[in-house]
């Protein structure tokens, strides 16, 4: 993967909806597979060698559970 990309984005779509009922206490990117989280798998996945500044975009709702999760992004 390029190393001139400085930021990556995990957003939740509206896809969230077909993660019901898990997703009534978190974002869709939070919710676990195996060990980790889709989120985190995902970031896994990119393969970066030295690893951007990664963001989360969720729902107004799930904004203060997203906050504590990873605070900073």
């Known amino acids: 993967m390029s190393s001139d990309i400085k930021q ?3 957003f939740e779509d509206g896809g969230w909806r077909d993660l019901y009922p898990l997703t009534l206490t978190r974002p869709s990117f939070d919710c676990r597979v195996g ?3 889709l989120g985190r798998r995902l970031a ?5 060698s030295d ?3 990664v963001d989360f ?3 107004p709702l799930m904004r203060p559970i997203v906050e504590r999760g990873h605070p900073g992004h």
């Open 44 to 48: 896994a996945q990119l393969g970066f």
């Open 57 to 59: 975009l969720c729902r």
């Open 35 to 37: 060990g980790t989280s």
């Open 51 to 53: 690893p951007p500044r």
């Open 8 to 10: 990556v984005v995990i």
